[in-house]
């Protein structure tokens, strides 16, 4: 199985940046898509951005221009590069991959989540 474990929340005025790490550790055959997405309280949970294996983005109308997802293969790592942030990116955001195991099953598996929290 494989675990991911974000890193890089915290507290920010707006217009200023943070930078989300997430790293994946474990067996498995392959790391497919990774994503991040938020929720915020009351809402229900959103894609943020997502990054394919080949590095192809995608991103949520509301962070384009602001947001950049990038990965690292070698170290199984997905980051989340967030500038110019509004108090409406408050939220707890998550990251996701899509795995392949050795069985050559696929799954999702999520991290715990990291606060993030701008301040106006």
């Known amino acids: 199985q494989v675990q991911l474990v974000e890193s890089g929340g915290g507290l920010v005025q707006a217009g200023g940046s943070l930078r989300l790490s997430c790293a994946a550790s474990?067996?498995?055959?392959?790391?497919?898509?990774m994503g991040w997405y938020r929720q915020a309280p009351g809402n229900q949970r959103e894609l943020v951005a997502t990054?394919?294996?080949?590095?192809?983005?995608n991103y949520a109308d509301s962070v384009k221009g602001r947001f950049t997802i990038s990965r690292d293969n070698a170290k199984n790592t997905v980051y989340l590069q967030m500038n110019s942030l509004k108090p409406e990116d408050t939220a707890v955001y998550y990251c996701?991959?899509?795995?392949?195991?050795?069985?050559?099953?696929?799954?999702?598996?999520w991290g715990q989540g990291t606060q993030v929290t701008v301040s106006s």
């Open positions: 474990g067996t498995a055959f392959s790391i497919n898509a």
């Open positions: 990054i394919t294996s080949g590095g192809i983005t």
């Open positions: 996701d991959a899509l795995i392949t195991a050795i069985s050559r099953s696929s799954y999702h598996t």
